[in-house]
């Protein structure tokens, strides 16, 4: 992307590594928020004995895992349309 950055004006490119940036912050967030629902399932499917919260613990281990692939999508999403954007900048 540097490339892309040299062709760019200075405020353009200056404001597209803000808003990369704020995505990866984003894509952090959600790794993090993953992390602990996959984890808070996990530990409750070894400490509780009823087969109802066993189901619902995996069910709080299954968003964990959909929050990490969301994450990873809205990264991916931003990243390729700030790349897009930027590449439709004229040069100076």
Request: glycine share 4%; aromatic share 10%.
């Amino acid at each position: 992307m540097q490339n892309l950055y040299d062709r760019a004006p200075l405020r353009d490119a200056l404001a597209a590594e803000r808003t990369v940036l704020a995505a990866e912050r984003t894509f952090l967030a959600y790794i993090r928020t993953g992390f602990a629902l996959l984890l808070a399932g996990v530990t409750a499917t070894q400490l509780v004995e009823s087969p109802a919260l066993r189901v619902a613990a995996w069910a709080v281990s299954s968003a964990g895992v959909a929050v990490f692939a969301l994450g990873i999508w809205r990264f991916l999403r931003s990243y390729r349309t700030t790349r897009r954007l930027l590449a439709r900048i004229p040069e100076e």
